[in-house]
């Protein structure tokens, strides 16, 4: 079967930083470089998404073209992404010709059949002084749901609770800093509301008309959840077209100054990008989205679930012929020290930077994809700290991957002159081989599930059980005793069918370390199918290195960067560290002085409670969670239902922030609950456990929200 992949098109407006590397890119090139080793045809597209309204007002501030923005950062993020590794078969762009092409041509398509677009004249904010209708993001205003004055016309920054213009409060041009005014203007509508029954089913049975697409068991819960609240809440039609003078015309009469908005067209971009690579390669593009024999699959962040689970299946539907994707894998968002990447206040790295900064640190590229792997948000937000960095390095592949490399180099060169040595067999080495088929298939498993950390750290587990093997067989101690022993043979054998295995099942995660290692024991890189090869070989007792192959020397392939001997690695480390502390200084001096509240400020405060004994806080049970669901509960203005996960369980549970939250918008949430309440019925809903919030004095509620990366069940005092 066929693979298509694709991942999230990044938006030329800007670098790249470490969580986009996280959530959409780093998970789909392991994925792809272990079919590839499975011998599976694979085709991965990515591209520049290179309209909508944050470029053009990019431009418009800067006195520049739009195009000398995209331009710039197409360059910049494509060449990132050749720099550390990231293997796509075709990175596209949605500004060439191709792209407009294909989009339109889908548009008419749809438009052909006569019930997927309404056309309805809406009133639309006008920009008097700049003479133009304003995009969402031309527009700031107050948020009506947390009170940010810093929210714009399709989102607030600071809540993340989706908007329309119209309700913010005292909206404001972002162009000219007037206060706009409403004019009418006509637009195309997509009838995503006519997809809505079919696409509960997709997503709850992975059945569409009785034809079985995919296991929803296999779909992560939290995109399961955000996809079902958006559907419980009820569709609507979308609007497709904007008022710009950047991006893909309308093909259609009447529509004069009209463009595709981006959320139409940039999906379309992986179209256009497989259509690309087809022309050059000689390839037939249909096949990949359309064949029986072919599987679509999506890596993006949590961020654009409901483009791609519910808006862009049902543009495929509607259009007729296209396959639905069979995953999508979306993961969660990666934080930086404790907080959000923020280019503005200069927190986090971004990629190129990161590539600079690190050019001169040996194994630098597969350092950080090694402790982004080891830390991906995929169920839950994560963290990225340097601590975690520097641990992730010298403990995993400093200690346990690079050691069992020397160590096996060097023993063997010592005792057999470099070649693997002939041995007559034993049980002791079918117990070996039996593990190392278990490790590798283990490996790949998880791969195919995406569940790119689980397969990493069975990956460690593997050079562990290497090192562990080859302490306890203790050849030196052996040959000091008798030299011709042949359990100092049967154990060299062992170890070096070991390594070859850490060899071939690095190269998904590490793959330049992947090629040191392999060059280590004498192999060229990786090849497609490999993989697969290396299976049939092991589980037949067959080894990956035969007797009589010369190795090569390993040396010492992952220099700690806690070595005392060579500083100049802790020194860029410590570099990024003092950047952090001024970061936090500049914020800490900006900061308005606190001031100890007044006797009238505190008695704003609600009153504290009566005094209990110690024994009495004991009894309450409080566990980190994560919302997996969140649905409106039927007759009740106040109430959410929602499904949280314990960690080792999952429950259900009634909270009266209804008012407050959309469903939508609290999905993947991580929070407190007390779990040891007793279990009750609340509008007919059974709760078994209650989400611990923060109230002020006007009523606004907000999350008591542990630590990013902490996880769920864990006790909180």
Not at 285 to 313: A, Q, T, Y
Not at 387 to 400: I, M, P, R, S
Not at 533 to 553: D, E, N, R
């Amino acid at each position: 079967m066929k693979t298509l992949i694709t991942s999230a098109l990044p938006y030329a407006n800007g670098p790249l930083h470490l969580g986009h590397l996280a959530g959409a890119y780093l998970p789909a090139d392991i994925f792809a470089r272990y079919q590839r080793l499975m011998g599976k045809e694979l085709l991965w597209v990515c591209g520049s998404d290179e309209h909508g309204a944050a470029i053009t007002l990019r431009a418009k501030k800067e006195g520049i073209n739009p195009r000398d923005i995209i331009d710039k950062y197409h360059e910049l993020n494509k060449r990132s992404f050749e720099d550390l590794g990231i293997s796509f078969d075709y990175y596209h762009r949605t500004s060439e010709a191709l792209h407009h092409e294909t989009s339109q041509a889908f548009f008419l398509k749809l438009l052909e059949q006569g019930d997927q677009f309404e056309v309805k004249t809406t009133e639309q904010y006008y920009d008097a002084e700049a003479d133009q209708f304003l995009a969402d993001r031309y527009i700031k205003g107050t948020c009506p749901n947390c009170g940010s004055d810093q929210a714009f016309g399709d989102q607030c920054e600071n809540c993340g609770k989706d908007l329309s213009p119209t309700e913010l409060i005292n909206p404001v041009s972002t162009i000219s800093g007037a206060k706009p005014e409403l004019r009418e203007t006509k637009h195309w509508f997509f009838r995503l509301d006519r997809h809505e029954e079919w696409l509960k089913e997709w997503i709850k049975t992975g059945e569409v008309n009785g034809v079985k697409l995919h296991d929803p068991k296999d779909w992560k819960k939290h995109v399961v959840g955000q996809c079902m609240s958006w559907l419980d809440g009820g569709l609507h039609p979308r609007s497709i077209t904007r008022d710009l003078d950047w991006g893909i015309p309308v093909p259609v009469e009447g529509a004069d100054g009209k463009v595709f908005y981006v959320w139409f067209d940039a999906p379309i971009g992986y179209i256009s990008a497989t259509r690309q690579w087809a022309l050059e390669n000689g390839g037939d593009w249909e096949e990949w989205w359309k064949g029986d024999d072919s599987r679509l699959v999506h890596f993006i962040g949590k961020d654009n679930i409901v483009f791609h689970c519910i808006v862009f299946p049902a543009m495929l539907k509607a259009h007729g012929d296209y396959n639905l994707p069979e995953n999508v894998p979306a993961n969660q968002f990666l934080n930086f020290e404790g907080d959000k990447f923020s280019k503005s206040r200069g927190w986090g790295i971004e990629l190129h930077e990161y590539l600079e900064t690190f050019k001169d640190f040996e194994n630098g590229k597969d350092a950080i994809r090694w402790a982004l792997i080891r830390n991906m948000p995929e169920q839950q937000d994560a963290d990225f700290t340097w601590d975690g960095f520097t641990e992730y390095y010298d403990k995993d592949l400093a200690d346990k991957l690079g050691n069992f490399f020397n160590r096996v180099t060097v023993l063997t060169h010592k005792y057999f002159g470099g070649a693997v040595p002939e041995i007559n067999g034993s049980e002791a080495l079918t117990q070996v081989q039996a593990k190392v088929t278990e490790f590798v298939t283990a490996i790949g498993a998880n791969i195919e599930a995406y569940r790119f950390k689980d397969a990493a750290v069975a990956f460690v587990e593997l050079a562990s059980f290497g090192n562990t093997f080859l302490q306890d067989a203790a050849p030196w101690s052996l040959y000091k005793a008798n030299p011709d022993d042949p359990a100092i043979a049967e154990t060299m054998y062992a170890s070096i069918q070991i390594a070859a295995a850490l060899a071939l099942t690095s190269t998904p995660f590490i793959p330049f370390a992947a090629e040191k290692l392999r060059s280590a024991l004498n192999q060229a890189p990786a090849a497609n199918g490999d993989w697969s090869a290396a299976l049939t070989s092991i589980s037949g007792g067959q080894p990956l290195l035969a007797t009589g192959h010369v190795l090569g020397q390993a040396g010492v392939i992952f220099p700690k960067i806690e070595d005392r001997k060579d500083d100049s690695r802790k020194q860029i480390i410590e570099g990024e560290r003092a950047k952090m502390a001024a970061v936090l200084a500049a914020k800490a001096a900006a900061a308005p002085e606190s001031t100890t509240p007044s006797a009238g400020e505190a008695a704003e405060r609600e009153a504290f409670k009566p005094e209990m004994t110690f024994d009495d806080f004991l009894k309450v049970d409080i566990r980190t969670a994560t919302i997996l669901t969140a649905e409106k509960v039927k007759k009740s203005s106040k109430l959410l239902h929602l499904t949280v996960d314990l960690g080792a369980e999952q429950r259900s549970v009634v909270s009266g922030i209804a008012k407050h939250f959309a469903p939508e918008d609290v999905v993947g949430k991580q929070v407190c609950c007390v779990v040891n309440l007793a279990p009750r019925k609340m509008a007919g809903v059974l709760s078994e456990a209650m989400i611990l919030m923060a109230e002020d004095g006007e009523g606004k509620l907000a999350f008591v929200s542990p630590p990013a990366g902490l996880g769920n069940g864990w006790t909180v005092r």
